[in-house]
Nanobody, 119 residues
């Protein structure tokens, strides 16, 4: 129904910042609540942050609260994740997806974008 492409990942030193972007192709995702997830090697995919379609309410995992900020621009059909004060524990592949609460609506994922934090 919608194709999502993540970008903006890279290598950054601990304490640094990165801004990830999620762009939709095909249909827009303005009707969906959107979220970011991440998966580190040897670990399960975990919820990071979400933003609602109506109201723009945001939700964060405890591990990133106060450091990450999720935002959406419906006109540009993008969802961003600003990551500050990065830690080595944030190293993972980051994915965006439609969400219901803190869970993905579908079991369909893009290629993600790699974030590597060096210490």
């Amino acid at each position: 129904q919608v194709q999502l492409v993540e970008s903006g990942g890279g290598l950054v030193q601990a304490g640094g910042s990165l801004r990830l972007s999620c762009a939709a192709s095909g249909r827009t995702f303005s009707r969906y609540n959107m979220g970011w997830f991440r998966q580190a090697p040897g670990k399960e995919r975990e919820f990071v942050a979400a933003i609602t379609w109506i109201g723009g309410n945001t939700y964060y995992a405890d591990s990133v609260k106060g450091r990450f900020t999720i935002a959406r621009d419906n006109a540009k059909n993008t969802v961003n994740l600003e990551m500050n004060s990065l830690k080595s524990e944030d190293t993972a592949v980051y994915y965006c997806a439609p969400v219901f609460g803190t869970r993905p609506v579908y079991d369909t994922w893009g290629q993600g974008t790699q974030v590597t934090v060096s210490s």
